[in-house]
Every structure is written in structure tokens, then in C-alpha cells.
């Protein structure tokens, strides 16, 4: 069972097509035509409908934007759940894929009618539709497009997933362990300024608030002679005064007289009782200013030596903050800073250790997922070339001998080994890799093998092939025609060919043409059958001018065709 058809395709204003409907059936649909026709086209606006990246030169010369559309239907419950991974439901058991290109290089795409990414819209066409055209044969050199191949037909999907997963944490857990080790080796010089800095400021032993005080004494300090004359001043004024009376014996004296003035006046009995309160706040005034301004003496530390050592604290504080911060917090928060700096440089070489611990772990678990992808890819691989040599051998190919070799290496994003098809076309010729060996011929039925042989472990997705058939005699192409009409059977292979021998065994023909209306051309596409197919077909033996021997030709392929599609 096919993971889903492609029913219908729309098209409007890319090329020469106005507006086009394609209609496809299951099995094997070809597209014939003469050159310049818009076969092309149609294979280009499906790679639209895959995302394929907008070009603004495919858009109808006078137009501003153009629009392609397909649906697919019959919808496997295997693609449904994986749709539904992506976040795409199904609409009455079908999808419904639009894509818009503008002249300006932009896109819009929607599926089922939601508005999707470039990169969810891809997502969803893999799941459906494959287009193997020249640059697919091509690409089939490359070793990646090799080893995903055999992935496929290995069926690795979930160990290779969970390689990935494992190999992706050794590679973080490496560079994690390679910045700690050169932040120890660059800490280590770190570490001695960060020491020092820490002493220089634990030797100030600094105090929030503590140079604001400091400025203050200094100052004091600095005007002794005044502030010394003014505090003696205070302190006779308002308490002491040996040539007279204070203002503390006047207040007492005058809250004397007013409590004698009491019984006379309510107002004088609470005057005494202030009166009498400032006097014992005037006498803590005159005391408290005798002692901040050393009045007696008792401070043993001379002034000079006082104010110089003042001098000498506030000038290892300014040094500081110039160094560390505009003021003290600032210092004693980055001494805070250096500290915990130094903490980590100090930890670095332990938590190297541990890292190396976790990237010993993690190297084990992602060794042994390797040796599970390794066993895998060794099973298939001999029964994949097996399976690759004998369709070969089918398509024109009897001498051939196709290897896959896997090639140990050390553990890398895919596992712990190179993979590299080969191949010896014709006997006594030694087996050399695919990429230095294979003509274009050849590498287009290596590429419809491997695409048969993987297609049958790959729940039938839709393939296009795009002129597979090119650098191939007739008599081949015949054979590549009853391989496409197999890998065809129960799902869905649209070619576009140059072959009659392979339109000759197809399901559906769909002929594309050119035809002119209201002075532009246009493409049209014709379903055919009857005396049309044996003339289209005829047409491709024959070219221009047809003779009746060609249309003969063409009936014997077509019912031999027939015969073999029962």
C-alpha cells in the first residue's frame, strides 16, 4: 500500500502554463512530449510543492505572482501518524498542499489550509513524494547520500537516533572539558592577581561609612585652635563659667523664680518646668561638648600624630577605590567578585576530572550504539548489493558486481564508519568506487535500483523519476521500463521519458504539449489513449515524420506493454 497518491496537481502562471490541472492515477504514470513542451514544469512546480526554494524567473512573463497546488489522497495510517507528528492533521482523509511565489522572491505556503513554514512544509512533502531527477543520480556519488540510503534499507531510524543523541552529548561533554582546561591553564595566572587583590583589600579591613567619619575628624582636626576656643566657649557659656554667671545656672535660677510665680499663674508653673528642662539639656550640651573636642586632655594620641594618621587611612582609601570601585561598597564588592572568581578557577581542575568522568560514560554508550549501527548497516549491506546487483543485471547490466563497503573510522555524527557503494560494470574490470567509474548511463540504473530496492523498505512513497532513462539505448530503457512498472505495482511512480519502451508500460500516459492561445503559448496536458498513445508512442520511435513500419512499432510495444502489465 502506497503512503499516499498524488491525485490532482494545479497550476497557474509558471513558464508557459496559463493554468494547468494534472490528474494522476496509482501505479506507473509517464509524461511524454517534445522538448520545451513544460514536462519540466511540471516536475518543478511539484519540487515547489516540496519547498523547494522560489525562483522569480519561473513566473508567466505579465504576472505578477503564480500559484501551484496538489492533493494527495489515500493517506496511509503510517503517514497520518507522522503528519500528525508534525502537527499536520488529515482534512477527510486527504492533504491539500498550496504554495504561492511572488515576482519579488517571497513565498506563502498552507497545508490542508493553515499557513506552514519553508521548513514544516518540506518536512510534510518528504513524508509523501520524492523527485529523483539528474541532480539526484548525481548526488548518489556523494558517501552521505550513500550511507542514507543504507540507513533506510537497514531500517536504523531509532538506533541512529539514539547514536545521534549520544554522540551530540560526548562532543558537548568534549568542549565543556576543553573550555575548563583552558580556563585552568589561564586561571592559574588569574588565581595570583585575584589572591592579591583579595589581601590587599582584607589587609584595609574596610568599614561602610567609615571614610565620611574620617573626613570629619580631619577636618576637626585640621581647625583644632578654632574648634577648641569654640567648644571651651560651649562649655563656660551654657555650664562652667568661672567669670560669671552660665546659662544653665541663669535657666535654673529662672525656673526658681517662676515656681515661686506659680500660685499667682498657671502659665508660670509650666514656663518653670521648661525652664528647667532646658537647663539640664544645656548642662548635656556643655558636658558632651568638653568631651567630643578632648577639653581635658584625655586623649594620649597627640593631635598632629592623630590628624596624620587620619591622613594616611583616608589616603589608603582613595588608593583603593581608584584600584576597585568609587567608593567603599564598590571594593568590598568586588572583592566579593574576585573571591568567587577564584572559587571557580580553584574548582576548574575537579570539575575536569568529573567531565572526564561523564565523557568516559558517554564515549562507552555511544561505542556500543555504533557497534549496534555498525551490525545493522553490515547485514544490509550485503543484501542490499545483492538485491542492487540483480535488478542491474536485469537492466542491461549481466557482469555487474556492486559492493557497499563499510570503512572503520573514528566515531562521528553517523556512526564509526565511511560507507562506499562500488561497482564493476563489465567482467575482468576491477570494482571501484561509484563515484570514479559510473557513466551517466549507468549511474541512472544504479540510481533506479537502489530507489527499487529501498522503496520496497520504504512503505511505498511516491516517486518522480526525471528522465531516467537518459544516456541509455532502447533496448535498456526497455528493461528500465518493466523496472519501473514493478516498483509501480500497489503504489505510485510518476517518469517523465524520452523512451518509447517505457511509455509503452505505463499505467497512465499523460502527453504534454504547446498550444497557442490568444497569441502565447500554453501548455496542455493530455491523458491518452487508443490510436492517440500508439501515435505519441510511434512519435518517440520516429520523431517529425512517422512512417507506418514506426506506428506498427509502436502498437507491438505497447501491446506487448499491455500484456506484461497482466
Not at 529501498?454 to 531516467?468: A, H, K, L, N, W
Not at 510518476?494 to 492561445?517: F, G, N, P, Y
Amino acid at each position: 500500500m502506497p503512503v499516499a497518491l498524488l491525485s490532482s496537481l494545479h497550476i497557474e502562471n509558471i513558464a508557459v502554463v496559463r493554468k494547468l490541472d494534472v490528474e494522476f492515477g496509482g501505479g506507473l504514470t509517464v509524461l511524454t512530449g517534445e522538448t520545451g513542451a513544460g514536462k519540466s514544469i511540471i516536475v518543478d512546480s511539484i519540487g515547489l510543492i516540496m519547498g523547494a526554494k522560489p525562483n522569480p524567473q519561473l513566473i508567466r512573463t505579465g504576472e505578477t505572482e503564480a500559484y501551484v497546488a496538489a492533493l494527495f489522497t489515500e493517506i496511509s495510517d503510517t503517514a497520518a501518524r507522522r503528519l500528525a507528528e508534525c502537527g499536520v492533521g488529515l482534512e477527510d482523509g486527504e492533504v491539500y498542499i498550496e504554495r504561492i511565489i511572488t515576482n519579488g522572491g517571497k513565498s506563502k505556503a498552507k497545508v490542508n489550509g493553515r499557513s506552514v513554514s519553508a521548513s514544516l512544509l518540506r518536512r510534510v512533502a518528504e513524508l509523501l513524494i520524492t523527485i529523483n531527477g539528474q541532480n539526484e543520480c548525481m548526488l548518489l556519488r556523494s558517501h552521505e547520500a550513500q550511507l542514507a540510503l543504507l540507513d533506510v534499507y537497514a531500517g536504523t531510524g531509532e538506533v541512529a537516533t539514539a547514536y545521534g543523541d549520544a554522540y551530540s552529548k560526548l562532543i558537548s561533554l568534549r568542549s565543556r572539558a576543553e573550555e575548563l582546561r583552558r580556563a585552568v591553564k589561564e586561571g592559574a595566572l588569574a588565581a595570583d592577581l585575584l589572591k592579591y587583590q583579595i589581601n590587599e583589600i582584607d589587609a584595609a579591613n574596610l568599614r561602610v561609612g567609615e571614610e565620611e567619619e574620617l573626613l570629619k575628624e580631619r577636618a576637626r582636626l585640621r581647625d583644632r585652635e578654632k574648634t577648641v576656643k569654640l567648644a571651651n566657649f560651649v562649655y563656660r557659656a551654657a555650664y562652667m563659667n568661672d567669670k560669671g554667671v552660665s546659662a544653665s545656672v541663669l535657666a535654673e535660677r529662672i525656673a526658681t523664680a517662676l515656681s515661686q510665680l506659680a500660685k499667682y499663674s498657671d502659665e508660670a508653673a509650666a514656663d518653670a518646668e521648661r525652664v528647667s528642662a532646658i537647663a539640664v539639656e544645656l548642662e548635656e550640651i556643655a558636658r558632651r561638648t568638653y568631651a567630643n573636642f578632648d577639653l581635658d586632655g584625655a586623649d594620649d594620641e597627640d593631635p598632629t600624630e592623630r590628624l596624620d594618621r587620619i591622613e594616611g587611612r583616608l589616603d589608603l582609601i582613595s588608593r583603593l577605590r581608584r584600584k576597585y570601585g568609587g567608593d567603599i561598597e564598590s571594593v568590598l564588592a568586588h572583592r566579593a567578585s574576585a573571591a568567587e572568581h577564584l572559587n571557580a578557577i580553584e574548582n576548574n581542575e575537579e570539575l575536569v576530572a568529573q567531565i572526564e568522568a561523564e565523557i568516559k560514560t558517554a564515549k562507552e554508550k555511544a561505542k556500543s550504539l555504533a557497534a549496534s549501527l555498525t551490525a545493522l548497516r553490515t547485514d544490509a549491506a550485503r543484501s542490499m548489493a545483492d538485491r542492487i546487483t540483480e535488478i542491474l543485471a536485469s537492466l542491461d547490466m549481466p557482469k555487474v558486481s556492486f559492493h557497499i563497503a563499510l570503512m572503520p573510522r573514528e566515531l562521528s555524527p553517523h556512526g564509526a564508519e565511511d560507507v562506499e557503494f562500488r561497482i564493476s560494470a563489465n567482467a575482468g574490470e576491477d570494482i571501484r568506487p561509484l563515484s570514479l567509474v559510473a557513466s551517466g548511463g549507468e549511474l541512472s540504473r544504479v540510481m533506479l535500483a537502489v530507489k527499487s530496492v529501498v522503496s520496497d523498505d520504504d512503505s511505498g512513497i511516491t516517486v518522480i523519476y526525471d528522465e531516467i532513462d537518459a544516456g541509455v539505448s532502447g533496448a535498456t530503457s526497455g528493461k528500465i521500463g518493466l523496472q519501473l512498472r514493478k516498483t509501480a505495482q500497489g503504489g505510485q511512480t510518476i517518469c517523465v521519458t524520452h523512451s518509447a519502451q517505457i511509455a509503452a508500460m505505463a499505467d497512465t500516459h499523460l502527453l504534454v504539449s504547446k498550444i497557442e492561445r490568444d497569441g502565447r503559448a500554453e501548455t496542455k496536458v493530455t491523458p491518452l489513449s487508443g490510436e492517440a498513445r500508439v501515435n505519441e508512442v510511434a512519435r518517440i520511435i520516429g520523431g517529425i515524420n512517422v512512417t507506418e513500419t514506426q506506428r506498427k512499432a509502436a502498437v507491438d510495444l505497447l501491446a506487448e506493454g499491455a500484456r506484461i502489465t497482466k
